[in-house]
């Protein structure tokens, strides 16, 4: 069973049709240097709050430091944080430990072999890692939301050899992500512009993105 995670939820309507279509996780973006899909914390709260349990409702956040982290998931009450960027100060196991009940979810932007070190060490810590296509390097960092596939094939080795569950993002869509799911065999994908038309959530890609992943689960 592959997860589908919907990202860049921007109203309690678009959690509800994602959740109707069977996601398994809506993402709720904050605050970004750049990409698509920001929404307020008061927002990602109401959001987070109208959705039913059985739903990851991630929260992500470009926060580096872990106290600064926290307090972000205070103001929102998602049951999952999902941090975009490398830690700059504390730990996953302070983060863990002040925040028990909400599953940690840590981005590698997959550029080359460093992103599979990265990715490997990190997931002895987290619950989940997420592999998506930024660049935190540039100036005006990239976070996600690029719209960009990266290079599969590392993203089948972090895959391969990670200790926790991985989800694969970037540039997913319904033209690709049978060939994706069938080269990484990720625990879960996500998507964001891949579903949407002129920044609002398009049903009918929705819908295709949903059947194509269905498809891989009867070859």
Known sequence: MIRIKICCIKSVEEARIAVSFGASAI?????????????SDDLIREIATAVPPPVATFL???ETSVDEIISHHQRTNTNTIQIVDSLSEGTYARLRSALPSVKIVQVIHVVDEHSVNEAIRIAESVDAILLDSGNPSLKIKELGGTGRVHNWELSRRIRINAKCPVFLAGGLNSGNVRQAIETVRPYGVDVCSGVRTDGNLDIRKLELFFLEVLKTLVT
């Open 60 to 62: 992500l956040t470009s």
């Open 27 to 39: 993402g709720l973006v904050a605050r970004m240097p750049s990409g698509p899909g920001p929404i």
